[in-house]
Structures are given as structure tokens and as C-alpha cells.
């Protein structure tokens, strides 16, 4: 096993047996002394059963790295906005998890749902991707319906 694959294999003890972890595959599993031994000598010899298994889970499919590496260094141009337009609401749901129609709410200002229209617009047109917009939250759209139409 390489350096590099030390860094990238974790074994976790787990009663008595391993969790056998690569963050980079993503992969983890659980195996037995026998298998940590394998792994650490190199997974590769003439145990073809062990072989295929590791083959069949992933091991030995090349890690994610660049591709994390990638998506960590890609520009955030997000192409979904998601408005809260206000906490507001007229219904007073007993299951309600956020307590909306106890009081007077809050509203989104329209600049601001203006401002992230906009922006994932740009960012759909630049990426030539479609956009797509949600309402969200713990009120009630329509109490709010000019802000709503607009």
C-alpha cells in the first residue's frame, strides 16, 4: 500500500471486527481482522474471492479526490432560488413546527427576492442550465399576495 492509500483507508475498531473507511471513494464497511490484513498488504493477492468482493463494492474504483478538489475550487453559481416570503400566516395549524398566526410575522423584502431572481437567472444563462424558484418557510405566501405577484 502506498502512502498516499495509507492517508485515505481508516480502521475503525468496532467490538471485534473494523470499520473499514475511505473517505475519498466514498466507501465504508465493515470487515474482519483478515480483511484489514489484506487491505494492508496491499490487496493484491491470489485470494480471488476477496478480490472480487472488494472489486464488487468499489475498493479498488479510483478515488474522488480531483473531483472534490474540483467542486470545492467551482465557483458557487447556484440555479435554484429559495424565497422565504414572510412568517406570517392566517391559518393557525396546531401541527405547525414554526408557531405561525401567533404573531405578527416578518416579510421578505422585495428587493431582496428581487435580488436572488436575478442572480440565479444570471447564473442559469451563464451555465446554460434552467432556473427554478421555491416558497419556503413557516408562513403563508398568500398573506403577503402583492409581495407574492410581484
Do not use: W
Not at 498516499?4 to 473499514?20: A, C, G, H, M
Not at 416558497?135 to 403563508?140: K, S, Y
Request: charged share 20%.
Amino acid at each position: 500500500m502506498t502512502s498516499d492509500q495509507e492517508k485515505s483507508i481508516y480502521f475503525l475498531p468496532l467490538e471485534d471486527k473494523f470499520i473499514i473507511y475511505l473517505p475519498y471513494k466514498p466507501l465504508a464497511f465493515i470487515g474482519n481482522t483478515a480483511m484489514v490484513d489484506y487491505i494492508q498488504s496491499g490487496a493484491q493477492s491470489d485470494d480471488a474471492e476477496t478480490r472480487q468482493l472488494l472489486q464488487n463494492i468499489g475498493f479498488y474504483a479510483p478515488d474522488q479526490r480531483r473531483l472534490i478538489k474540483e467542486r470545492a475550487e467551482a465557483a458557487f453559481k447556484p440555479t435554484i432560488g429559495v424565497l422565504l416570503l414572510t412568517t406570517a400566516c392566517n391559518m393557525n395549524c396546531v401541527y405547525c413546527y414554526a408557531s405561525a398566526g401567533s404573531g405578527a410575522g416578518q416579510t421578505m423584502p422585495f428587493s431582496v427576492g428581487q435580488a436572488v431572481i436575478d442572480q440565479v437567472c444570471r447564473n442559469a444563462r451563464e451555465l446554460k442550465k434552467s432556473f427554478s424558484l421555491c416558497l419556503h418557510g413557516g408562513g403563508e405566501p398568500t398573506v403577503v399576495k402583492k409581495l407574492l405577484m410581484d
